[in-house]
């Protein structure tokens, strides 16, 4: 394969294509084809295809049986760049992207698609950026290959955008291939926890149960659905409570306590992946969720409904590989604290995750005396910035016998404390800080936010918070770059082998292959090394090992 190519759809369903120089501008001629799909089919050759938007293209592509080896999504690379430049949240479309390049009023992006349950018709719906003409799009694409020269290391910079183009790839494949769903199985399993349905639509049968039980513990009819009458109930009881979580509702001495938590479990199931959600969602053996690669700051996958990233256990059993085939399912072992080795260059962090076996263990062997519950207790105080109790003094031991590595996730807090810019090792950005008066304006919330859900809104008003999210975030962002270059790595190494796996689930730590029984083993071993070339390629040479626990499972539910 030899260069790259941009393409953009044309009126009728035509395409505008043309080869690129090294300046990403056009080093032929701009060539007109009647049908985009054949335009791509015919020039097997190309090495990277340029476009706007892969969510808009290769779904397209897919459905007409080709398969692009690489791209680059120009407005994910803008969403990157902006990021990286301190102007996370600006509009990132190539409309958008264009109107900056001639210094005019910059469009909003168009509003996020709504995922259509059960089917792709998502993908194909068309977007805004007709308006930008091939020329400017390939003006846009010259401009960004300018910005990432700029970049602090450019180098890192191109490769988290190719990372990120090639999860936008994964991303539609997967949604192509559909993860192996028995309908018949998840109903069963509604059967057994929910019990039968009531005509007109009501709850089942053990959800009203439980809620009779509720009433009947406060003497009264209570709707343990509703927090807000929950809270109350308990109230007038004597009994004062924040909110109805599960932890608190366990330190209760309450006869509702019991019951109240096993509506919320079952409920949450009901709701989440109920009958309804099988209707929804389920087609013709395939759950089909769509993927969003970064979707969060930290550059950690969403998706745009069906709930896929949190299927719960028990409904793990209806995800059942077809006839002769099997799912190999591999969680990749402590890499949270294994890429804070890479990226902190802490010689001895690095020569304890430089093994396959349990880290924290090896961890607790050489600096807690084999305790290895202080051991992750350290590790996680250092990640998530526990600074009191236990945690203060198992950090002080890790500091001790981890200089660097502390030091960098430290130093991360400072930046984030003083408004700077922080960053991933390969270059994604953390938002910037915002003024307090800006917070007001748009609404957002004062209190302190959780590190998993920080807003840039935050930023001024609680400083702590932001130190606090800063410093996970240049482990857990930089453990999903190198979650996309595994992806990538192993996206590669399959169709290389010629293999008929498919990659049909991935979440921060896991992925799911589902594969002809025969091919299973290669699958896990290529996994295995998909894993170590992303690290080699996104942290350089380094000691540091990236394992993974791998079953090979006809159920989902067997590999936990």
Known sequence: MTGRWALAEAEGGGARLTALGRDGLPAGEVVRERDLVEAVRSRPHVGRWVWRSTADVYPRLLAAGVRVERCYDIEDAEGLLLGHEGRLGEPRSAAAAWARLRGRPVPADPPPRAAEPGSQS???????????????????????????DAAEHPSRMRLLTAAQSAGMLIAAEMNRAGLPWRADVHREVLRELLGERYA????????????????????RRVRPELPADVVKAFAEAGIKIRSTRRWELAEIDHPAVEPLIQYKKLYRIYTAHGWGWLQDW???????????PGGTVSGR????????????????????????????????????????????????????????????????????????????????????????????????ALRRRFPRAVAYVDEAARAGEEGRLVRTWLGRTSPPAARADEDEEAGLPQDEPDTDTYTPGY??????????FTRNFVVQGSAADWAL????????????????????????????????????????????????????????????????????????????
């Open 122 to 148: 998502s993908l194909f719906e068309p977007q805004t950026g007709a308006e930008v003409p091939f020329e400017g799009l390939l003006q846009v694409y010259a401009e960004q290959q300018r910005r990432h």
């Open 200 to 219: 007109g639509g009501g709850e089942p049968r053990r959800l009203a149960e439980l809620a009779d039980e509720v009433s009947a513990a406060f003497g």
């Open 282 to 292: 389920v087609r013709e053996g395939r759950f089909r969720p769509e993927y969003l």
């Open 301 to 396: 996958w969403t998706t745009n409904g069906g709930g896929a990233l949190q299927i719960p256990k028990v409904i793990r059993r209806a995800v059942v590989a077809d006839e002769g085939w099997r799912l190999v399912v591999a969680d990749a072992d402590q890499m949270e604290p294994r890429v804070l080795a890479a990226i902190s260059r802490d010689p001895g962090l690095m020569e304890v995750a430089g093994h396959d076996g349990d880290l924290y263990t090896t961890l607790s062997d050489r600096a807690f005396s084999g305790d290895r519950e202080h051991a992750k207790l350290a590790l996680l105080s250092a990640v998530y910035g526990q600074t009191s109790g236990d945690g203060l003094k198992n950090l002080a």
């Open 459 to 468: 930023a001024s008003t609680d400083a702590r918070a932001r130190g606090r």
């Open 485 to 560: 270059l595994m992806l990538a790595a192993l996206r590669q190494s399959l169709a290389a082998a010629g293999m008929r796996a498919e990659p049909v689930f991935f979440q921060h730590d896991e992925v799911i292959v589902h594969c002809p029984e025969e091919e299973a083993k290669d699958v896990a071993e290529a996994i295995r090394a998909a894993g170590d070339l992303a690290g080699r390629i996104a942290f350089g040479e380094t000691p540091v090992r990236f394992p993974f626990t791998t079953a090979i499972v006809k159920c989902y539910a067997d590999a936990k």
